[in-house]
């Protein structure tokens, strides 16, 4: 017997959302759409889903309204930089200045050939292929050092609004540059955010991103980075969490060249009920190549993280040296922490490994400072700051050092400048 | 004991060796000195039988053999014992088990019998006892954990042990403090007898002034440029590797 | 120059026959193929079993037949026909001895042929055995011994009749009944196993022993194991598995259930030789077992396996760390070689304070082999200061072999200490060579090299175990010193 089904929390979802801007091939449209209408939001039953429910992104009532003008300087990180600027799903400053060798397009001005593509789904991709607004497309030409970073920042303002956005960058041989993308949000009233990022690497190329999540209020983020590497390319990608009502980060790298480095570093810091979730895939489909990964979190109140690392070495992916590591300390009561590292290894000649540790500050050291006079909470902050110091130590953007201490001074009356004196 | 002829070796596509020649006769002590990079290292490997290395040219006579042409185990098995400049950590396998598994290989190989578990444990207290070397090493995993110092008196303990034919000690006396550097002597001394030899390769005198060479070898840039008696030592000590360098700028 | 490599030991241990292949020519009483709920009367009826315990049977079945079969693990294989297996199989004259000499020459020829020498092992080594083959539990040793210090040690349909009221307090209290697809199916079909019940305060003064046996073709088997430790009370037991070679894949689907009440120690150790199928992955044991314990105030379970047999694994002895100050421990070596696919772990799940538990992994895969860890380690809220250490080593002998790790660590505890960590890695190059140098052969290098790396837990094995174990993963021996 037929039975009457009410509208799928999926359509209800998708109800207020606008069809997407962008060009895509008819049929790849009608997959994503077929895969939403079928799968609807997944449960928990659904691996990658599991400690990230998204009951309370299924019931946003989505809606459009006229954006009020905000200025976006008092976010920018730096002037040295090429910066681009989205507010909601609205790109409000696109930088002119730009020099010779760099190409920069919003992405609803792209042709159907223009875009690239990534043999990967999920329903947060789906979402963004159906419904994307706009985004930023960069092609680096062959062989150009670009001196100054690209700065991308997203605002996200109002009440359920949505921003969803689709940026693409493609860097030729021997080319290099570095990127900062950096999310704010101005009041932060359950707005979703969906941005999904595609990088290609051709040979010998050269990228450093750093991403900074740093929104206030209730928002939803999902943020997707598809990166494609080629020969002797070098891919790093930074990740600061630093301040999210729930964050999920998914980072897939595609390894597909040898002589390839790929560094993924990430630091999450969170507090109140908020939920962090970084899931991250290193593919190595190609031999001869190294990748390295270091998460760290800090997780107070009645917050939550998630972590889960994948390295994958497929069959004659030989001489891989891969490593992965996750710390986490729990400094809340109430705060809850799942790590799930993973290693799937299909090629004999490889040393790869992981390390996963929960714990707490070490009280030893922290009563060692005070019998030096140090007070408790200062003593508390500095092992802190000890325990987050090396994945801080590996940003290399001068900008975002600065933005971090400005952030962490405020936020936890960190000093990182006492470390960097040692 | 072992003859070396013009001996070529190269690793990835690198020339390291370049004509060596080496003659050591049963009963004498060779020292084996120079700079950092020379070959010295890489002569006690090729010798010992690493497969890393190509040998290009030359060729090595042991006791009468064609050793190139052997496996490393049975090279080990004729009598050539290599110790470590930086000895592998074995997790799990006891420095016993280790060593009586090596004892009774060889004594196969030798045909004869496999040593009674009594006798080789009154050897390993005999020997232990000639390098000073604790005997709960005995039972601890091959070099696992083990200090610098005990890792380098574990390999002499291991020369006793094997007693070959030709040692070959790679840099023992770095890292050691004066009191393990006598004993490590002492016992590299005590081993020594009529029938076997040794090659000691050093970057410093030092281990000279306890280990007394018949003859001294300057190695440079893949050659022996250089042959003296205990003297040289002295002498390179003195003026340093750099009068070498100046002496043979195109080798 | 003949250069041994790990190729050639990979080639030795896919070459190696697999000792335990025969069948013995013993007559049989099994009943027709087929699963339905009368199949289960009848063999409830032939165990003469009390109703109570056809109808935890029958309601287990009609849970099963609404239950899918688990597809996460990292395993392929072809689901077993359940209409295809004979459920009940059992060697004829099964009525238990009477006494030694009783038992059929036949029997008695196979037990030898595993090893086992009852009177030997009376005589000599003073570990007490039951023996299982296909469905029935055929001798126990020792019992009178046993009995003067109040110990239960007998076939579980033994218990059934003997101890109604142990079996049914306890039976499925850690594991219940449709747990999981195979235990569900367990619980409706299974027909014999062990049972040991250790009374307050007393410390077994043996080994206690189960060898299982698959025989008769075209069955599966599904045997139940409950060790009941009682407060302040020790017991260390001992599993060992064959099955004859056949080009079929048989279903092994066990339960196993450990109580550790107050103050109380179970060690628990397998070693896992199920026939493992054909260099070309014909035939084999489909291993589907689910294992668990559950520890009461300052009790430890400890679970060591030795895995090299069946042609799958599925397997993840767990303990639940209920009672506060508990200890659970895990330590596990796992073989895959030629087609073999293990996907197997543990579960921790600290539910008590001050709880502890150590996880310690080592996976070897040589062949076309799949060898996966999956573990669990689970801080509940009330798990106050609980620790974990985990450490998961996988070792690659050939290079068309997979090794995979898939931990999920829990944690809702801000004082919980958890630690782990996995490495994935070729044998050493440097410290082949440097036994090399030492006159040690190739094979018995990488044989020492392969014996250090699983040292932890063949360590944590009886002597006689480790014996066994050692030669399973063809290593010699380690001598009597050090």
């Given amino acids: 017997m037929e039975q009457i089904v009410a509208p799928s929390k999926m359509e209800s979802f998708r109800r207020n959302l606008p069809a997407s801007l962008l060009k895509i091939k008819d049929e790849d449209l009608a997959a994503s759409n077929e895969r939403l209408l079928l799968n609807g939001f997944p449960n928990s039953r659904t691996e990658a889903w599991k400690y990230s429910r998204l009951n309370r992104i299924a019931s946003l009532n989505l809606n459009k309204k006229t954006s009020n003008p905000i200025s976006w300087e008092h976010y920018s990180l730096t002037h040295e930089a090429y910066t681009f600027v989205f507010q909601n799903d609205q790109c409000i400053y696109f930088s002119q200045d730009l020099p010779d060798g760099i190409i920069v397009k919003e992405a609803v001005n792209l042709s159907l050939e223009e875009w690239k593509s990534f043999e990967i789904n999920s329903h947060v991709i789906d979402l963004n292929k159906t419904h994307a607004q706009n985004g930023l497309c960069v092609w680096l030409r062959k062989g150009v050092n670009l001196t100054k970073p690209v700065q991308l920042i997203f605002l996200s303002e109002g009440t359920e609004q949505a921003a969803i956005h689709r940026n693409q960058f493609i860097l030729e041989k021997d080319s290099k540059m570095e990127l900062i993308v950096s999310h704010c949000s101005i009041d932060g009233k359950k707005n979703y955010k969906n941005i999904v990022s595609e990088f290609h690497l051709e040979e010998n190329s050269f990228l450093s991103v750093h991403k900074l999540q740093n929104e206030e209020g209730e928002d939803f983020h999902f943020s997707t980075e598809n990166i494609h590497q080629k020969n002797n390319s070098n891919f790093t990608l930074t990740t600061l969490t630093l301040n999210g009502n729930w964050v999920r980060n998914d980072v897939n790298v595609f390894v597909d060249g040898e002589g390839c480095e790929t560094f993924l570093n990430g630091a999450y810091l969170s507090k109140g009920i908020q939920h962090i979730d970084n899931h991250t895939t290193i593919d190595h489909m190609k031999p001869n190549c190294n990748s390295y990964e270091l998460y760290k979190g800090v997780m107070d109140e009645k917050s939550t993280a998630v972590f889960n690392g994948k390295v994958f070495v497929r069959p004659d992916a030989q001489k891989i040296a891969a490593f992965q590591s996750n710390a986490n300390v729990l400094i809340g009561d109430e705060a809850s922490v799942n790590s799930k590292p993973e290693l799937e290894i299909y090629a004999d000649d490889v040393k790869c490994s992981h390390g996963s540790t929960i714990g707490q500050l070490d009280e030893e050291a922290i009563f060692y400072l005070q019998s030096r006079g140090i007070s408790e909470n200062t003593a508390r902050r500095l092992v802190l700051t000890a325990f987050m110091q090396d994945v801080f130590e590996k940003i290399t953007s001068p900008a975002v050092v600065t933005f971090l201490n400005q952030v962490l001074s405020e936020r936890f009356n960190w000093d990182l400048s006492v470390l960097e004196e040692d | 004991m072992i003859t070396i002829k013009n001996l070529h070796a190269s690793i990835d596509g690198k020339e390291i060796l370049r004509g060596l020649n080496l003659t050591v006769n049963a009963g004498e002590v060779h020292a084996i000195m120079g700079p950092n990079g020379a070959g010295k290292s890489t002569l006690a490997s090729v010798l010992a039988g690493r497969d890393a290395y190509e040998i290009t040219a030359g060729e090595v006579i042991f006791e009468g053999t064609d050793l190139l042409s052997l496996s490393t185990e049975d090279r080990a098995r004729e009598g050539l014992f290599l110790a470590f400049q930086y000895p592998v950590e074995i997790p799990g396998v006891s420095n016993v088990n280790f060593l009586r598994t090596a004892i009774n290989e060889i004594r196969a190989y030798k045909g004869e019998e496999s040593l009674s578990a009594k006798d080789f444990m009154s050897l390993v207290r005999e020997k232990s006892a000639l390098v000073e070397l604790d005997s709960k090493l005995a039972s601890r995993s091959v070099n696992e954990g083990f200090s610098g110092g005990e890792k380098k008196r574990n390999e002499i303990f291991q020369m006793a042990m094997l007693a070959p034919k030709l040692a070959i000690l790679d840099e023992t006396d770095s890292g050691l403090d004066i009191d393990a550097l006598r004993i490590v002597a002492k016992g590299v001394n005590q081993l020594k007898s009529p029938e076997n030899a040794a090659i000691v390769i050093t970057h410093y005198q030092r281990l000279l002034d306890y280990i007394v060479p018949d003859f001294v070898h300057v190695l440079y840039k893949g050659q022996i440029v250089k042959t003296g008696g205990k003297e040289l030592a002295l002498e390179l000590e003195e003026k340093g590797y750099d009068w070498i360098k100046d002496a043979h700028p195109t080798v | ?482």
């Fill in chain 3, 1 to 482: 120059m003949a250069n041994y490599t790990e190729e050639n030991l990979a080639e030795e241990l896919e070459n190696q026959e697999y000792k335990f292949g025969f069948v013995t020519p013993i007559d049989s009483d099994t009943i027709p193929i087929g699963l339905s709920e009368d199949v289960i009367r009848l063999i409830s009826n032939k165990k003469e079993e009390p109703l109570w315990l056809l109808e935890h049977r029958l309601h287990a079945y009609n849970v099963w037949k609404t239950m899918e079969e688990p597809k996460w693990a990292h395993v392929k294989y072809k689901k077993p026909d359940f209409q295809n297996i004979a459920y009940y199989s059992a060697p004829k004259q099964s009525k238990k001895y009477e006494s030694w000499d009783d038992v059929d020459p036949e029997m008695k020829a196979t037990m030898a042929k595993l090893g086992i020498s009852m009177e030997e092992q009376q005589r000599l080594t003073g570990v007490a055995v039951d023996f299982v083959m296909d469905s029935v539990s055929v001798a126990t040793s020792f019992k009178e011994k046993l009995g003067e210090l109040g110990i239960i040690f007998c076939s579980f349909s033994e218990a059934v009749q003997n101890h109604p009221d142990l079996v049914r307090k306890y039976m499925g209290t850690v594991i219940p009944t449709t747990d999981n697809y195979y235990a569900a199916l367990n619980n409706a079909v299974f027909t014999d196993g062990s049972f040991c019940y250790i009374p307050k305060g007393v410390r077994c003064p043996m080994e206690l022993s189960t060898y299982f046996r698959i025989n008769a073709g075209g069955t599966g088997q599904f045997e139940r194991t409950l060790v009941v430790a009682d407060e302040g009370s020790y017991v260390s037991y001992l599993e060992g598995c064959t099955a004859p070679q056949r080009d079929e894949n048989q279903l092994h689907a066990a339960v196993v259930e450990l109580i550790a009440l107050d103050n109380a120690e179970i060690k628990y150790s397998t070693v896992q030789n199920w026939y493992p199928g054909d260099k070309n992955g014909l035939g084999g044991i489909f291993n589907f077992v689910t294992k668990r314990g559950i520890c009461h105030t300052n009790s430890k379970i400890s679970w060591t396996q030795v895995e090299t047999g069946s042609a799958v694994t599925w397997k993840y002895p767990s303990c639940i760390l209920k009672g506060d100050h508990s200890i659970g421990e895990f330590y596990s070596v796992a073989v895959t070689n030629n087609y073999q696919q293990a996907d197997t772990g543990t579960k921790m799940i600290h539910l008590g304070k001050n709880t502890k538990s150590t996880i310690i992994s080592k996976g070897i895969s040589a062949g076309k082999s799949q060898n996966s860890y999956r573990g669990l380690v689970q801080i509940h809220k009330s798990a106050k200061n609980a620790r974990n250490f985990s450490q998961c080593d996988s070792l690659l002998m050939s290079s068309e072999c997979g090794a995979h790790t898939f931990p999920y660590i829990e944690c809702k505890n801000s004082t919980a200490k958890i630690e782990h960590e996995a490495t994935t890695s070729k044998i050493g190059e440097d410290q082949l060579f440097y036994c090399k140098q030492r006159g040690i052969g190739e094979e018995k290098a990488i044989g020492l090299i392969v014996n250090g790396y699983c040292k932890e837990v063949l360590n944590q094995l009886p002597m006689e175990f480790a014996v066994e174990a050692q030669k399973l993963l063809t290593i010699s021996l380690e001598g009597s010193v050090g």
